[in-house]
C-alpha cells in the first residue's frame, strides 16, 4: 500500500492542504511544534481508526468544530480513498465512499513508531498489556471480540465481588474462565511470533545481546477454575478479580536481566523498535499488504550506528514517513514543515 495523497481540513495546526507523497523514504524536517507528529498521527488516524476516544475533540483545530481527514491511497486492487471526520467528540469513517465500522478499517494499514515506545519497556505491565491487545486486536476480529466481552464481565465480577454476592460469582466465573482462556490461547500463539520478530530485528538494529519476549501468567488454562476456588477469600478481601489475562505481564529481558530494571534509555528504544517490527511483521503476515512506516521524532536516544540500521530496517516497507528536527541524510524525499504547512524540498 502506498500513501499518493494525504488531505487536512482544520487538523490540529495543519494548514488546508494536499500532502502529496511517492514510494521511498520521506524525511520530513522543521522545528519543534510545527506540526511533524501531527501529520503522521492525522494518517495513521485515517488508515487504522485508532485514537483514544477522550483525545478526538483535541485533534480539531482549536475554535472550529469539525475535521476532516483523506488519504488516497494505491494498493494492489487499486486506488482506496479512507476518509475520516471528526466532530462532537465523535468520528466517522469511510472507506471507497461506505461508511465502516473500526473493524472494517485498514487495520494493517500503518505502523507508528515514537519515542515515547520506550515506555512499553519502563512502563507499568498496563503498557505492556496495552501494545498487546491493540496489535492481537488488529490482526484478528476474534481476540478483539472475546477481549472486550472479557473486559465487560470483569467490570460485572469485581461488582459482584464488591457488593458480597457470594451467589453471583458461580455465573461470572466460568464466563469469564471461557473468555480468559481464549484471550490467553491467542496470546500464547501470536508471543512465539513476537518473540522470533522482536528479537531479529533488535540484532540487526545493532542491539547488544538477547532480547526475550514472553508471557507472565497468574494463571493456566487448565487451572483457571481451580484458581479462581483458590484465590476467593483473597479475591472477596480486595474487592477485585486478581487472576486473569488482565493480570498478566509481557516479560522483556535483555541478555536474561528484566530490561525495565537494567536497560539503558537507547536499549530501551531499539528494544521498543524491535517490537514494533514485529508488528510490522505480523500485520504484513496477517494482511499481505506492507504497512506504511510512520517514525516520529527519528534521532531520539539512538546513536547513529542504530539510526543507520533503523534506516535500513526501514527499506522493509516500500514507504516511510519519518519525521525529525533534521533532514533525514539517505531519504528519497524531503519535506519541510513550518508552521504546519508542508513543502517539498527539492
Ligand atoms: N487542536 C489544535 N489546534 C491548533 N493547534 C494545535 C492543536 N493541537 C495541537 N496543536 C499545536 O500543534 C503544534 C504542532 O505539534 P506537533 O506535535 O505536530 O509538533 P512537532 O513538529 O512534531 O514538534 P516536536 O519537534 O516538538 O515534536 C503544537 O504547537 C501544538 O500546540
Excluded at 494492489?76 to 480513498?81: A, L, N, R
Excluded at 479462581?228 to 505481564?249: C, M, N, W, Y
Aim: proline share 3%.
Amino acid at each position: 500500500m502506498i500513501l499518493r495523497l494525504l488531505t487536512t481540513l482544520n487538523y490540529r495546526n495543519l494548514c488546508d492542504q494536499d500532502m502529496a507523497f511517492e514510494q521511498g523514504i520521506h524525511s520530513i524536517s522543521g522545528l519543534n511544534g510545527q506540526g511533524k507528529t501531527n501529520v503522521l498521527e492525522a494518517l495513521y488516524l485515517v488508515l487504522t481508526g485508532v485514537v483514544d476516544a477522550g483525545r478526538l475533540q483535541q485533534l480539531v483545530r482549536f475554535e472550529e468544530t469539525e475535521a476532516y481527514v483523506r488519504a488516497t491511497l494505491e494498493r494492489d486492487e487499486g486506488q482506496s480513498i479512507a476518509e475520516v471526520g471528526i466532530g462532537r467528540g465523535k468520528r466517522l469513517m469511510k472507506l471507497d465512499g461506505v461508511r465502516v465500522k473500526s473493524a472494517e478499517l485498514l487495520r494493517g494499514g500503518a505502523v507508528f513508531i515514537a519515542p515515547e515506545d520506550s515506555d512499553i519497556v519502563f512502563g507499568s505491565p498496563s503498557v505492556r498489556r496495552k501494545f498487546l491487545d491493540d496489535l492481537l486486536s488488529k490482526i484478528s476480529a476474534r481476540y478483539a471480540q472475546a477481549l472486550d466481552l472479557y473486559q465487560k464481565n470483569l467490570a460485572q465480577r469485581n461488582a459482584a465481588l464488591k457488593n458480597d454476592e457470594q451467589w453471583a460469582l458461580e455465573v461470572f466465573d466460568a464466563k469469564l474462565a471461557e473468555l480468559g482462556t481464549l484471550v490467553m490461547d491467542l496470546r500464547q500463539r501470536a508471543i512465539q511470533k513476537i518473540q522470533k520478530y522482536a528479537s531479529e530485528a533488535h540484532t540487526r538494529i545493532g542491539g547488544r545481546g538477547e532480547l526475550g519476549v514472553t508471557l507472565q501468567e497468574t494463571t493456566s488454562i487448565e487451572g483457571y477454575a481451580r484458581d479462581f476456588l483458590l484465590k476467593r477469600s483473597e479475591e472477596f478481601a480486595r474487592q477485585s478479580t486478581v487472576i486473569g489475562p488482565h493480570r498478566d505481564d509481557l516479560v522483556l529481558t535483555l541478555r536474561g536481566q528484566p530490561a525495565s530494571d537494567f536497560a539503558s534509555r537507547g536499549e530501551a528504544r531499539t528494544i521498543a523498535l524491535a517490537l514494533r517490527y514485529a508488528e510490522y511483521e505480523l500485520l504484513f503476515e496477517r494482511y499481505q499488504e506492507n504497512p506504511i512506516l510512520l517514525i516520529d521524532d527519528f534521532s531520539a536516544e539512538l546513536d547513529p550506528e542504530r539510526r543507520t540500521a533503523l534506516i535500513e530496517l526501514a527499506r522493509r516497507s516500500p514507504q516511510a514517513l519519518i519525521t525529525g528536527t533534521e533532514p533525514l541524510p539517505h531519504a528519497e524525499h524531503h519535506y519541510r514543515m513550518q508552521g504546519g504547512r508542508l513543502e517539498r524540498v527539492q
